[in-house]
């Protein structure tokens, strides 16, 4: 997901960066073909279809949209818990920088220098890129090489500095332990999202939905060519498009994490704690990324 500016009625009507339309489009297509199929048989023959009754499609449709409805809201509660959770890190980092204000110099860069390495490892992990890769832009790949966690172990290396620091009476323990209790809410942020990560909807569950909705949409069309003719184009892909988008959307939304275009954006809160840390240690900024496109 890229952060955009709010939509207008020519965005909304015309953007397809971020729509799901792309994704169902296949689906729509073999829709419109069979309810053209089932209009020209209508047409042809009349009264073909005329003994099947729209009723049993209105409460399979009910019971359609309500069990749709509860799994969106499930995945939709997967995707806010984890953009909840990497607003928990963003803070974390944050107090961190705040509160070792008084550290040695090359202490404190190392410290903020490794919570640069956990964001970005712990974005990289998420998406099941090279973690390793990500870590050794801000700490020595020698120092995590092995680990079957490397973003866990960047935290360590940060508590070993903490406890470093208070062995040689850099450090108060009053202090550490408000250091310390920031780099615990980091772990149980990076837990949570590993839950998230690692925890998908059952697949059984899924898979009936998108039967249910495929066979739904598949034979509304003869239930209504005979009553609307060539109307029936109207309703019939207005019905799929909802449900497929919904079934679709719902889909991305399961991995608050992946790369699909409504996804969280990792790397635009990865870079943001990278800049902040950098500026806490007054050095030079990554790379940014923009903060809002128009989406055309």
Same mark, same amino acid.
């Given at each position: ?5 709010? *939509?207008?009625? #020519? ?8 729509? $799901?339309?792309? @994704?169902?489009? /296949? !689906? %729509? ?120 966690? *490397?973003?866990? #172990? ?8 903490? $406890?470093?620091? @208070?062995?040689? /009476? !850099? %450090? ?123 989406? #055309?």
């Amino acid at each position: 997901m890229t952060p955009r500016s709010q *939509p207008n009625l #020519r965005d909304i009507l015309l953007t397809l960066n971020g729509s $799901i339309i792309p @994704v169902i489009l /296949g !689906r %729509l297509t073999v829709i419109g073909v069979v309810c053209i199929a089932a209009i020209l048989a209508a047409r042809m023959h009349p009264g073909i279809f005329a003994r099947i009754s729209a009723i049993p499609f209105t409460l399979i449709g009910i019971a359609l949209s309500v069990f749709m409805s509860f799994r969106n809201s499930t995945c939709y509660a997967r995707w806010w818990e984890g953009r909840q959770l990497w607003g928990q890190v963003i803070v974390a980092c944050r107090g961190i920088a705040r509160a070792s204000a008084g550290l040695e110099s090359q202490t404190r860069m190392r410290l903020l220098r490794s919570l640069c390495a956990f964001a970005g490892g712990l974005s990289a992990r998420l998406r099941h890129q090279d973690e390793i890769a990500a870590i050794a832009r801000w700490i020595p790949a020698e120092d995590i090489r092995g680990c079957r966690n *490397p973003s866990d #172990r960047v935290l360590r290396i940060a508590g070993e500095e903490l $406890i470093a620091a @208070v062995e040689h /009476g !850099r %450090l108060g323990d009053i202090r550490w332990s408000v250091l310390e209790g920031y780099l615990d809410q980091l772990s149980a942020a990076q837990a949570a999202c590993e839950r998230i990560a690692s925890t998908p909807v059952p697949f059984a569950y899924s898979l009936l939905l998108h039967r249910t909705a495929l066979v739904f949409c598949l034979l509304l069309p003869f239930a209504l060519a005979g009553a609307l003719g060539w109307w029936t184009l109207l309703p019939v892909l207005l019905v799929a498009y909802t449900f497929f988008g919904l079934d679709a959307l719902s889909h991305q939304l399961e991995d608050p994490f992946g790369g699909s275009p409504n996804a969280l954006p990792l790397d635009v809160m990865r870079q943001n704690i990278e800049r902040e840390m950098m500026d806490a240690l007054s050095g030079p900024r990554p790379p940014t990324v923009p903060e809002a496109v128009d989406g #055309r």
